[in-house]
């Protein structure tokens, strides 16, 4: 089992661009949660998939949004890239929409975006 | 409002000596705390958390619901504990997590 894997592993884009992270869950899960880790801070939740649906979000404007796929997997799509959104995003998957059983939640490695 | 608080970024302690990293929370609610671990190179994981009340790796951590701290503990510490340390507090579906304490432990 190759736990919870994102690609790409990183890119650059430009002021303006959009840009697309996806996300593969842990075998077995169903329900996946995208956060932001800019540089020196800790991991800020986006939003949270489950049955196709955004079931919660965080405080992120609407330029974010998603999309979770029949075979559970995810996106996340960013458009109008900002400079602040350079940042690792992380996927997190779980079973369920009890995230916070600790145990059940996996992370993958994030996807690095530097925006120029 | 929810909020998460380690007020040391980077913790320096000789190996054998006690650790003890720092978390303080914000919380209306009964709260749900996690210490999630990231050695360098690898991706974010579970260290433990307070429902449990188990013991990982020589770590524990009592939740203090008086003075609203999680502070993560442990008596020796070893060169492999090293890592960046992150608090978290769980409520509804999702983490709020502190912005973490980097421990280096000196040989």
């Known amino acids: 089992d190759a736990g919870v894997t994102q690609s790409p592993t990183h890119l650059i884009k430009t002021r303006g661009q959009q840009v697309t992270l996806r996300c593969s869950p842990k075998?077995?899960?169903?329900?996946v949660s995208w956060y932001q880790q800019a540089l020196g801070q800790g991991p800020q939740f986006i939003f949270q998939?489950?049955?196709?649906?955004?079931?919660q979000r965080g405080n992120f404007p609407d330029r974010f949004s998603g999309h979770q796929f029949p075979n559970y997997s995810s996106e996340l799509n960013v458009n109008a890239l900002l400079l602040g959104d350079s940042a690792l995003y992380l996927c997190?998957?779980?079973?369920?929409?009890?995230?916070?059983?600790?145990?059940?939640?996996?992370f993958g490695e994030g996807s690095w975006l530097t925006v120029v | 409002a929810q909020r998460v608080t380690q007020p040391e970024k980077l913790l320096s302690v000789f190996k054998g000596a006690p650790v003890e990293l720092k978390c303080n929370y914000s919380?209306?609610?009964?709260?749900?705390l996690f210490w999630y671990v990231q050695y360098s190179r690898q991706r974010l994981q579970l260290l433990l958390r307070?429902?449990s009340r188990e013991s990982i790796k020589g770590f524990t951590a009592d939740l203090n619901k008086g003075e609203t701290s999680f502070h993560l503990k442990k008596p020796f510490a070893q060169e492999e504990d090293s890592a960046m340390y992150y608090c978290?507090?769980?409520?509804?579906?999702?983490?709020?997590f502190g912005t973490g304490t980097s421990l280096t432990v000196i040989p």
């Open positions: 997190a998957s779980s079973l369920g929409l009890s995230e916070y059983l600790g145990n059940t939640i996996y």
């Open positions: 075998s077995g899960h169903d329900t």
């Open positions: 998939y489950y049955e196709e649906e955004e079931r």
């Open positions: 919380y209306s609610g009964s709260p749900e």
């Open positions: 307070h429902i």
């Open positions: 978290a507090l769980g409520t509804g579906n999702q983490f709020y």
